[in-house]
């Protein structure tokens, strides 16, 4: 067998096994819906958010689906990145990852309050529901201007900001009844997890910032301006709140 065939066997492979696995997340979703009877025809766009649901738990079969420089808890981190990575497919792309990233989160850990979780003391006036939803209609817009208003996965985001509470319900549901992904851990144990997850997101975004300080240093000694050199004081001040050891010294 030549490599070619060899190759095309191997997708084709691939491919029904991840066709397999959608589909086995399709038909929880389906359940978990009839189980708290919320079928499926009660919104126009039900079966559509159901196989958006069932893509969305696929791609956790891959560990770095939301292993991403710009999926932040914060607000200001995800606006920042995208001041530094203007345009409408960046938007699209940023939003509807951190919502879905968020959607997540709270379908799987929606119940259990770990009061001394580190997001809990970190975020505790943080609305994430309403965040999640303002997201997918970011991305729902960003979406609409670039390939038109025709298209149905701009109506899946705009209905997911509008009914996310029952899509959560239904996430919730699933993962605990058929998936086994939701574990009970002690407070203790979820604070210092979700802090390490923090860090670790701290460390990638100091090393973006890093980066973006040492290039704009590197064009203000080539043309110097006083936007550059704004841009590169506030780069610092940044990079100082994420790491103290970090030194600039005045212009």
């Known amino acids: 067998m030549n490599t070619s065939k060899i190759i095309q066997l191997f997708s084709d492979v691939q491919e029904k096994r991840n066709n397999e696995i959608s589909f086995f997340f399709l038909e929880h979703v389906l359940k978990a819906r009839a189980d708290l009877h919320m079928e499926s025809g009660k919104h126009e766009y039900d079966q559509e958010i159901n196989v958006y649901l069932a893509g969305l738990l696929n791609s956790l079969m891959d560990s770095e689906t939301f292993l991403k420089p710009y999926i932040s808890p914060f607000d ?69 201007h670039l390939q038109g208003r025709n298209l149905s996965l701009v109506t899946v985001f705009e209905e997911l900001a509008e ?63 006083l936007e550059l050199k704004k841009n590169i004081m506030d780069l610092a001040e940044e990079l100082r709140a994420l790491n103290e050891k970090f030194t600039f010294g005045e212009f």
């Open 76 to 144: 200001l981190q995800v606006r920042q990145y995208l001041d530094n990575h203007p345009g409408l497919r960046n938007e699209y792309t940023v939003y509807r990852d951190n919502a879905d990233f968020g959607l997540i989160i709270l379908g799987f850990f929606l119940g259990y309050e770990h009061k001394g979780s580190y997001q809990n003391i970190v975020l505790s006036e943080v609305d994430e529901k309403s965040r999640i939803s303002l997201y997918y209609e970011q991305a729902a817009s960003a979406l609409s």
């Open 163 to 225: 009914y996310l509470p029952d899509i959560i319900r239904i996430l919730r549901h699933a993962a605990s009844s058929y998936f086994n992904l939701v574990l009970q851990i002690s407070e203790g144990t979820f604070y210092h997890l979700e802090k390490e997850m923090n860090q670790g997101d701290n460390k990638r975004i100091y090393s973006l910032k890093l980066d973006e300080f040492l290039k704009k240093y590197a064009a203000y000694k080539e043309n110097p301006t």
